[in-house]
């Protein structure tokens, strides 16, 4: 179907086939074929300084009292190629790529984009390797890697102790945001540099296969591996989006992203950033995020800046709509103005979903279209995009044009894999990672599990079924579908628990290691915001409420394998240096299971009196 929204529709109505194969596998692909794509995202970058100049680009802001800082495309690219020209001079190549240590920022992204015009590799490393982390093991690692030739963070003093760090691993100049910085360069000062023609030289001489950037795996169960990011797999994916997003090929100026996700991930550099490229619109950083103390930030920026399409992570949708409940204002904005809300980054509660439409219908009098997506760091990342407005949370959509997917039966799930010139051809310096991660056929092994809207149809689109690795099976031979589970968990737990993580391994009952939300919980039990987490999280009305939710998942499961019998409220947030969480907000599961031993011990001791057991 298409959605008519204001302006015009909005989507590509999907035409999907399903091959069904001799040895049970599916074949699922987009009829429509892939148009040709960019050579690289350098030229969208010259096509719109010429389309474009005055246009704004990039906007940030030093806090929510400061005015935006802007950036026309014609700005944008003088400063690109001048900073290129830097990068040339200083000897900059693949094998000694640039790596930013530092949030998203407008100077983040020209020091990126410089390096990628010439062919030099960029690497956004998630800031929280070294300003949240206390043993830095992982950064190393990827500074070993890479070996960079030189490494940009916003100002040297607050990674001063990750720069001593690393500082044996590598030969790299330093750069700084801050003209202060005496023990680095300036960006400022880069940016002024003559330009050579070693720089046009260098931009013509890019090809698609021309690896674009590094970008991380979270390294939850080892080290993180670094996903080559070829210039076709960018631009392919974009050329995709637009064939199904189809609204941005007459948007123009129209085109407004106000965003914080952050570009050590594949969801906020190549999915909305280079949306925002190769469409000629303006990218607005948000510096807040869905965190607490954080997310007042965002909040200010919406309320300076909406956004065309208003994208976001599950965390961050249950914020938005506690804000939007209590704020009458930017509610009628918001859902008046923003065309539609995309997900990503991990499953949305059925309960946040029904929450936002709710409230969208009580303040326009229409459901806003809320949409999602599907891919991972190695598919840069849409592999699937549900460019249609499903029935309820949960549909991934379908396979985008130019990408196959490959169902594969594993027990009673559907293994995907996925085949395109958006999927990387392996990890930097990693030949057996590599072999490991494809199949015969030279589909990439995701490592997800989907299942069909209806299997008759499908251009109806697909559900994520959860990780194939993360399953697992009861005593009594019953799997346990932990993405599902996790999902319905947290909608029951609504709104004390933050997230989930489902155990149960080789034992007779689901129980869950739950991440609670301390604010929502402070609240329910009428305690101050000074309370400490302990005495809340063993609060009465908190434990009851609890047990209350997993009596209701019960009640709605009907079966051991769709609910748990016990639930422990965790008083330590999920860790990052023990690769619990990521920027995004999302729970690795396996990595909270291999920390947290001692918690799953203490739900399956029957004598402990710190878990919570269901009612009834």
């Known amino acids: 179907m298409t959605i008519a929204a204001t302006g015009g529709d909005l989507f590509a109505t999907p035409a999907i086939i399903a091959d069904r194969r001799a040895d049970g596998s599916i074949l699922v692909k987009s009829t429509v074929p892939l148009q040709p794509s960019a050579r690289c995202i350098g030229d969208w970058l010259e096509h719109w300084a010429r389309q474009a100049p005055d246009r704004i680009f990039l906007a940030d802001r030093a806090s929510t009292d400061s ?39 407008v100077e983040h992204a020209l020091f990126a984009l410089a390096a990628q015009h010439v062919g030099v590799p960029s690497a956004a490393i998630s800031p929280a390797y070294s300003l949240m982390s206390r043993d830095f093991d992982k950064l190393k690692s990827m500074v070993e890697l890479l070996g960079p030739g030189a490494i940009y963070v916003s100002a040297t003093k607050p990674f001063t102790a990750a720069l001593a760090a690393i500082k044996p691993l590598h030969s790299a100049t330093i750069v700084s945001g801050s003209a202060d910085d005496r023990e680095a360069i300036s960006f400022r000062a880069i940016a002024a540099t003559p330009e050579t023609p070693d720089v046009e030289k260098a931009f013509a001489a890019i090809t698609p296969d021309t690896i674009a950037k590094f970008l991380f795996t979270s390294g939850s169960t080892g080290t993180p591996k670094a996903v080559i990011n070829t210039q076709r797999m960018l631009t392919s994916s974009q050329q995709a989006k637009a064939q199904t997003w189809t609204f941005l090929e007459n948007i123009g100026v129209g085109l407004v992203i106000l965003d914080w996700l952050p570009w050590s991930h594949t969801f906020g550099a190549n999915h909305n950033f280079n949306l925002v490229l190769r ?64 997900y990503a980054g991990a499953a949305l509660p059925q309960n946040l979903w029904d929450a936002l439409e709710e409230l969208s219908v009580k303040t326009v009098g229409r459901a806003m279209p809320m949409v999602s997506a599907w891919g991972s760091t190695e598919t840069s990342p849409l592999a ?94 019953t799997w346990v579908s932990v993405g599902t589970l996790r999902v319905a968990g947290i909608a029951a737990l609504a709104p004390l628990a933050q997230d989930i993580v489902v155990t149960g391994h080789g034992s007779d009952e689901v129980r869950f290691l739950v991440f609670p939300n301390i604010a929502a919980c402070r609240s329910h039990a009428g305690l101050p915001d000074s309370a400490d987490v302990k005495d809340v999280i063993s609060h009465d009305k908190v434990r009851g409420a609890i047990a209350q939710g997993l009596a209701r998942l019960k009640a709605q499961s009907g079966h051991s394998s769709g609910h748990a019998t016990r639930a422990l409220l965790l008083a330590e947030p999920a860790s990052v240096d023990g690769g619990e969480i990521t920027d995004k907000g999302y729970i690795n599961q396996r990595a909270v299971l291999t920390r947290r031993a001692s918690a799953v011990a203490t739900l399956d001791d029957d004598s402990s009196a710190e878990w919570i057991g269901c009612t009834g």
């Open 67 to 105: 005015p935006w800082t802007t950036v026309t495309y014609r700005d944008a690219l003088q400063q690109v190629r001048s900073a290129a020209a830097w990068i040339l001079a200083q000897g900059l190549s693949a094998e000694r790529p640039l790596v930013i240590l530092s949030d998203n920022s």
């Open 279 to 342: 469409n000629g619109g303006t990218l607005y950083v948000d510096g807040g995020k869905p965190a607490p103390g954080l997310f007042a930030t965002s909040l200010a920026n919406l309320r300076s800046v909406m956004p065309t399409v208003y994208f976001n992570v599950p965390r961050g949708f249950d914020m938005l709509i506690a804000a939007l409940r209590g704020d009458e204002e930017l509610r009628r904005k918001f859902f008046g103005e923003v065309k539609f809300a995309f």
């Open 384 to 477: 699937t995009d549900c460019h249609f407005q499903a029935k309820r949370s949960g549909n991934i959509g379908v396979p985008i044009p130019g990408t196959e997917l490959k169902l594969v039966p594993s027990g009673d799930k559907l293994e995907v894999r996925v085949r395109g010139p958006n999927v990387t051809p392996g990890y930097w310096k990693a030949p057996e990672l590599t072999a490991q991660a494809f199949d015969a056929e030279g589909f990439y092994l995701i490592g997800d599990a989907v299942t069909f809207a209806d299997p008759a149809r499908p251009e109806l689109g697909l559900f994520f079924d959860g990780r194939v690795a993360e399953d697992f099976k009861l005593n009594s031979g």
